[in-house]
């Protein structure tokens, strides 16, 4: 509950150059893109953009700038551009981002900068992938609530602690950087991959639900969270901070537990 | 082409659409048509909250939020349709939580409820804990708890089909009083599957549209890339008015320079307002709920501070958002998400620093115009039987000239559902209407007609004016002048638009040919919007005229329509015929709007 505060000063004192602001700087980068166009080639081969960005932009931004300015056949998925809607996973220098949250200024721009489609899914056009295998996965861990008996009138209450136990699997935006990352489901697609066990995770802690064993029971499968080499990968790559490993190997405690 | 056959077809996948999708598909063979994966639509951009008088932690009632809404909204609203929402809001919020929805609890185990700007205890004495939430992505919530419904239920998407056109016939009908008119019908939708570029036609007996905002005719926008009114768009080129599109929403606190939304949960947590005086202007203002007043009063306060010199940063071209005297931990527990935006895009830490902040161009009161059971109108009260509109891209009206906060999140589950629920009613009883001949001809000769474009006009430059005049000229201040001054560049735009090129003449994915299109419709949304901020010659919730500073209720206590009319000739443009419409009054007669 909202803690009652005193009210704040009506005037405060700012410090100078409070708030950021001043110049943002300019600078030159070489964006290296992975283009696949099987309508063109069958091929997929790399094209250099020199580009004049600024100190506040990000891949996204340099990626519109080549489609809006130099070429318009540049394809790739975007729509919010803050990190919320999970359109644009990319491999960016060779790890797994979202363009809209990485800043250029965070990369060595002495480099080219490498874009390129996220592995282990099909590659449909430049950076885009079809990401139907990826739901797929997630809709067969039964990614929803389950409780049986009557619907309660009033709500449910859940304790402060119960709602924190699965806080940080709720976060996911089914951008597929996570499983995209995963070495073992780059040579094996039949894996669930990190993603649809966080998702799993996400209910099999909940108190209120009562599916969590029917979800074991999937996850259990020779596909499922035993394939995890604990790479880490995944968690590194999660653009919402998810502690990805960490979810998986709770998940993988849980069966043990319940086999015992 | 393809041709599908169903009972309803919703179009759109954000909160409105999937609520909808959730009632319809247990009832009515249903498909869902978006022209994004569900998960990505903007609902889940929403941050702060959904009300509901739930008085889990004080007191509080739905006639409350019904006023409050009412009085939000400058009077503009449907008394009716608030009252539908605010007590209805109740069922909503605790169906959301028996979906699974992760609300934030109370100590005893309750939903807990925070302050929202506009939402008060006993009609205005004091700011009132009515929104339900999940820290700072109740909207995240909300769009994968319905999704992760839709999956439970089985509603079947087709994802990244883009509806370009809605397929109405015109049949001769008379009125009880005698007079001959046309009544429009529903037969379907076309659609442009993006993954191969083929056309499909939808026929369908109900036809739900659930697409969202128009925000990106505005540069600085809280808005995804994708929000371009495409679903106001099709509408009003098929005749059917658009409602009240004179009243858009600037949020106050985007991020300066880049319209990330920060939410006003930020405020309802204590969180002030100041100026480069180090001044909480919000006192002068509204100085019984200062920080907490609507949106549209927050906004014009911070532009206005601006304008007189008393902006932040080396252009004192914003005001800041200082949350440095809460406790860290309370921030982090929160509001997670706002404090990394700032962290990650402007390199501020919230904790020790003021946030640079300034209003963002966020949501639009005005849309396809509805009655309280989602069904869309073909004039003031004229039903089109089977369509049905629901959440941004409609006007019921409940948001009047300026949508309170949380009301959005609301509105897109209640009449989502209702939406659902009308649609699913309807297809059980009646006929599918014929086809009409070629029905995809239209859309075949706006896709070819832009793909064979050989032009020298770009896409992006065209769409970058249109973005900088509706920002200097249709935002937080309007006159006459500068009103006139848009619609002019509108025109000249237009003109260039016919000579534009692409660049991609391939099927797949083919996002160079969509955004041609999506620019056709920002650049409708953008004249419509501003030849009605043209004929509305007084200031009231969002719109406010400095030419006309007053609300002015003996001429424009009324919603306006805007019609697509070839020989209509209004001031300052041509091709847009406006009419009015009543607004309905139940029990609240205006007063003026103090906070
Ligand atoms: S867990 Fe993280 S990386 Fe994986 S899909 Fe969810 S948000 Fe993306
Ligand atoms: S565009 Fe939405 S996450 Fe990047």
């Known amino acids: ?260 | 082409m393809q041709v599908h056959k169903y009972d309803v077809v919703i179009v759109g996948a954000g909160g409105a659409g999937m609520r909808a999708a959730i009632e319809s598909g247990q009832r009515a063979r249903t498909a869902v048509l978006t022209k994004l994966y569900p998960t990505r639509s903007h609902t889940g951009a929403a941050q702060g909250g959904m009300c509901a008088a739930l008085a889990n932690v004080e007191e509080d009632n739905w006639e409350w939020h019904t006023f409050d809404t009412i009085k939000g909204g400058d009077y503009l609203v449907d008394q009716d349709a608030a009252e539908v929402m605010a007590k209805e809001a109740i069922d909503a919020v605790l169906d959301l939580e028996k979906m699974g929805l992760p609300f934030n609890r109370t100590p005893e185990g309750k939903i807990d409820q925070r302050r929202f700007g506009g939402h008060t205890r006993d009609h205005g004495k004091a700011p009132v804990r009515r929104a339900c939430y999940a820290a700072d992505r109740t909207g995240h919530m909300i769009l994968q708890t319905l999704y992760q419904n839709c999956v439970k239920h089985n509603v079947e998407f087709y994802n990244e089909y883009y509806v370009l056109d809605l397929l109405l016939v015109e049949e001769d009908a008379v009125r009880a009083d005698g007079t001959p008119y046309k009544q429009k019908r529903v037969a379907g939708v076309v659609s442009y599957d993006l993954a191969s570029g083929e056309l499909h036609v939808f026929q369908a007996k109900s036809v739900v549209f659930a697409s969202g905002g128009a925000g990106k005719v505005f540069k600085t926008t809280s808005n995804a890339h994708t929000l371009t009114g495409d679903g106001m768009g099709i509408a009003f080129r098929r005749g059917i008015p658009l409602e009240d599109m004179e009243f858009f929403q600037f949020h106050p606190t985007g991020l300066a320079g880049l319209g990330i939304l920060l939410t006003e949960g930020a405020r309802g947590e204590g969180a002030i307002l100041r100026n480069s005086e180090g001044e909480r202007f919000m006192e002068r203002y509204a100085p019984t709920i200062k920080d907490l007043a609507p949106r549209d009063i927050v906004a014009r306060s911070m532009a206005n501070e601006v304008r007189e010199g008393r902006g932040c940063g080396p252009n004192k071209d914003y005001v800041l958002l200082d949350l440095t005297h809460l406790e860290p931990e309370h921030i982090e527990s929160k509001l997670p998400d706002i404090t990394e935006f700032a962290r990650t895009y402007l390199g501020v830490e919230p904790f020790t620093e003021p946030v640079p902040v300034y209003p963002t161009a966020h949501y639009a009161m005005g849309g396809i115009p509805t009655n309280v059971e989602a069904q869309v109108l073909q004039d003031n009260d004229t039903v089109i039987p089977g369509l049905f509109a629901a959440g941004e891209v409609a006007c019921v009206s409940v948001h009047g000239s300026n949508r309170l906060g949380t009301n959005s999140l609301l509105d897109i589950n209640v009449f989502g559902k209702r939406a659902g629920l009308a649609a699913a009613k309807y297809a059980r009883d009646a006929e599918f209407v014929a086809l009409p001949e070629e029905p995809e001809a239209f859309t075949t000769t706006l896709l070819e007609d832009l793909r064979n474009a050989n032009g020298t006009e770009r896409v992006a430059v065209l769409r970058k004016e249109l973005q900088d005049t509706m920002d200097a000229n249709v935002q937080v201040f309007r006159t006459a002048e500068s009103l006139q001054e848009a619609l002019d560049v509108i025109k000249s735009l237009r003109g260039r638009y016919k000579n534009v090129a692409i660049q991609d003449k391939g099927k797949r994915f083919n996002l160079d040919l969509l955004e041609a299109v999506e620019l056709g419709f920002l650049l409708d949304m953008a004249e419509v919007m501003t030849t009605t901020a043209m004929h509305r010659k007084e200031s009231r919730g969002g719109h406010y005229r400095e030419d006309f500073p007053d609300r002015d209720d003996v001429n424009f206590m009324k919603h306006s329509m805007a019609y697509k009319d070839a020989d209509a000739v209004s001031e300052g443009t041509s091709g847009i015929r406006l009419e009015t419409k009543p607004v309905v009054f139940t029990r609240y007669q205006p007063m003026e709007r103090k906070y």
């Not at chain 1, 005037?11 to 992975?34: C, H, W």
């Not at chain 1, 990805?244 to 537990?257: D, G, M, N, P, S």
Request: aromatic fraction near 8%; include cysteine; glycine fraction near 6%.
């Open chain 1, 1 to 260: 509950m909202s803690t009652e505060l005193p009210e704040p000063a009506s005037v405060v004192k700012l410090a100078p150059g409070v708030g950021g602001g001043g110049e943002i700087p300019k600078f030159d980068i070489t964006l290296r893109v992975r283009r696949y166009d099987p309508e063109v080639s069958e091929e997929a081969s790399w094209e250099d953009f020199k580009l004049t960005m600024y100190g506040t932009d990000r891949i996204l931004d340099a990626l519109h700038k080549v489609k809006w300015e130099h070429d318009g056949s540049l394809s790739f998925r975007r729509s919010c551009a803050h990190g919320v809607c999970g359109s644009d996973a990319m491999r960016i220098n060779g790890r797994n981002r979202l363009a809209c949250k990485t800043l250029l200024k965070d990369l060595d721009t002495s480099k080219p900068i490498t874009v390129e489609a996220i592995k282990g899914l099909p590659v449909e056009k430049d950076l885009i992938v079809d990401m139907e295998p990826f739901f797929q996965s997630y809709r067969e861990v039964m990614p929803f609530l389950v409780a049986k008996g009557h619907e309660p009138s009033k709500e449910r209450y859940q304790s402060v602690e119960d709602r924190e136990r699965f806080d940080d699997t709720t976060k996911c935006i089914l951008c597929a950087a996570c499983t995209s990352s995963c070495p073992v489901f780059w040579t094996d697609g039949q894996y669930f991959g990190p993603a649809a066990i966080v998702n799993a995770h996400r209910f099999i802690f909940d108190s209120r639900d009562e599916a969590g064993d029917m979800r074991l029971e999937i996850l259990n499968d020779k596909e499922g969270v035993w394939r995890c080499r604990t790479t880490f990968n995944c968690s590194e790559a999660c653009p919402r901070g998810i502690q990805v490993t960490k979810a998986i190997a709770e998940v993988k405690q849980a069966i043990l537990a319940r086999s015992l």
